[in-house]
Structures are given as C-alpha cells and as structure tokens.
C-alpha cells in the first residue's frame, strides 16, 4: 500500500511539474521578440517584373535566425509608400508573392512578405522526427508572430516606406496568426483577415480534420486545442482595436468551418467590418480567389485614402506655388 501510495504521490508531483511547466512556457509563448537586436539585412538579388520589381533579402528574426524575404514594389509610386504585410497560408511559400503583386502594386502598394517557419528555405529536414515536426507546429505561430514584428522593424529602416501605411493582409493560417501579430504589434494601421478562424476546438472541428484523424479524433483533438492554446487568436483578437479590420471568411468552408470564423470576428472589437461568402476555402477556386484580393485591395485602398488626398494636395500646391 505504502508503495502504491508513493506511486500515486510521485505522479501527481510529476503531473503538476508538468502543468506547470506549461503554464510558465504558454505565459512567455510570444517573448522572443526583442526590438534591440540587429537586423543585419542584407539583399540578395533585385530584379524586375512587368509593374514591379521584386527585392529577395534576408533579416534576422529571433536569435540565430535568418528569415528569408520578398518585397515587391510598384515601379512608379511616389515615396515613402504604403506596404502591405502579406501572411501566407500554412502551405504556401514566399514565393506565392509573384502571383498577387500584380493585383496590389499597380494601386501603389508594396507588399512583403516571408518564409514562415517550416516553409520555403526553412523547412525541417526530411528525416525530422514526430516529435520535431509537433513542436514546430507550435512554435511556428510564434515565430510567424515574432518575425512579423522583426519585419516592422526592418521596414521602418526604409525611407521608401510609409511608417503609418502599413497594413496586413493575413490569408488562412496567415489570419490565425496575423490577427495575433497586429493585436500585440500597433504599427499595423489596418488589417485583413481572410479566411481565418478562432476558439480552436471549433477551427479542429473541420471535416478536414476529422477525416485525418478517423477514429482518433475524439481523444486528439481536445489535446490538440489544449496544447495549442496559448496561439489561438480569440484571445488576442480584441486588442486590434481601434484600428480597422476587415473579416472575410466562406459560408461553406470546410478548412475553416465557419463556426471559427464567426468566433475570431465576434471575439474582435469595432471598428470591424464582416464579410461572407458563398464559398469554400480561399484558394480552392482561383477566380474567386481573386475576387476576395480584389475586394480586400478596395477595402485597404478606403484605408489609404485620407494619406493618399494629403500628398495630393500637397503635390497640388507645390505645383501652385512653383508657377
């Protein structure tokens, strides 16, 4: 009995070290970003596209950390001048930047944006264990998190750029984490936040998901929400206020069920507009995909509007006062 009894005292000791040692790992989730480290961006190659050209650099994000970079940037906009923050979705790569320049540079946008962990140039190695490739799920939201405000910082080093027209445009899992990313960073003036989703154990709720894990989903996704928790963006959302953002998610969306999306938004604070659609996932349909960037250029060209009258006002009188 005396035995058993120590048993069961060692696994509860065991069991609260362990609850606690999450605790204190969740509390710090998004602590990495340090504003007081250098950069060290260097550019790697520059060339040029029909309306814009297209900048491949490299900063440093956490420590030891190199984060691959695409800026496209209109060939005749006026400087400094408004840059998009472009977060990407869970699969895609920096590369996908060719593919939507070409629908926000023409309006005189630049628009960034970056290899988020495990994609493109940092990918885990093929032979990376279960276990690795879980804990990079994880980390991947705050690193995605921490190299956005990394970026912000490299940006506000370019006197091309407008410090106070910066905007983010988050796609999928890029709205996940880019809804968390201009919560915690305030030099993002307005946000879109397209197809994303909140409360995890709705967005595990998918058809998608279930499907995946078959008979196990019962017992996986609770632990999944639970271990993920400290990167849901419902409890962040909120602190976007009061800058704009516009929420666009699919009635029919089978990635993220719209439940999820109805909970991030709900979650939001005004000003926030929502906009659904009759539609599955973002990029499933590629004319309608381009319809919901168009519509989510429009939206943040309302936004850059009143800076876009002063510098034409401006330009007017100089002209004035030059003739």
Not at 81 to 87: A, D, G, R, T
Not at 137 to 159: I, S
């Amino acid at each position: 009995m005396n035995k058993l009894k120590f048993l069961a005292v060692g696994a509860l000791a065991l069991l609260v070290l362990f609850l606690m040692g999450k605790w204190w790992s969740d509390a710090r989730f998004f602590s990495a970003y340090d504003h007081d480290l250098p950069l060290n961006p260097r550019v790697e190659e520059l060339r040029t596209e029909p309306g814009y050209t297209m900048t491949k650099l490299y900063f440093d994000g956490e420590p030891g950390e190199t984060v691959p970079t695409l800026l496209a940037q209109p060939k005749d906009a006026s400087s400094p001048m408004p840059c998009i923050v472009f977060l990407h979705g869970i699969g895609q790569e920096k590369e996908f930047l060719d593919d939507i320049a070409p629908i926000y540079c023409p309006s005189g946008f630049a628009i960034v944006t970056f290899d988020q962990y495990t994609r493109g140039e940092r990918r885990l190695p093929k032979d990376a264990s279960a276990l690795t490739k879980l804990t990079a799920f994880k980390t991947r939201a705050a690193k995605t998190v921490v190299d956005t405000r990394r970026l912000l910082d490299y940006l506000a080093q370019r006197p091309d750029i407008a410090q106070d027209r910066i905007y983010l445009l988050g796609v999928s899992y890029g709205a996940v984490t880019g809804s968390t990313a201009m919560a915690l960073d305030k030099r993002l003036a307005a946000g879109v936040l397209m197809y994303g989703g909140g409360d995890f154990s709705i967005l595990l709720n998918s058809p998608a998901v279930n499907d995946d894990l078959g008979a196990f989903a019962g017992i996986v996704k609770p632990l999944t929400s639970w271990y993920l928790r400290p990167s849901d963006p419902i409890l962040y959302v909120a602190g976007i206020a009061p800058r704009p953002v516009l929420f666009q998610n699919g009635s029919r969306d089978s990635i993220v069920v719209p439940a999820a999306g109805k909970a991030l938004a709900d979650a939001a604070k005004d000003p926030k507009e929502v906009v659904w659609y009759d539609s599955e996932h973002v990029g499933l349909d590629e004319a309608h995909t381009r319809k919901v960037l168009d519509d989510a250029r429009v939206w943040l060209l309302k936004q850059d509007d009143p800076f876009r009258k002063v510098a034409e006002g401006a330009q007017a009188a100089g002209i004035a006062n030059a003739a």
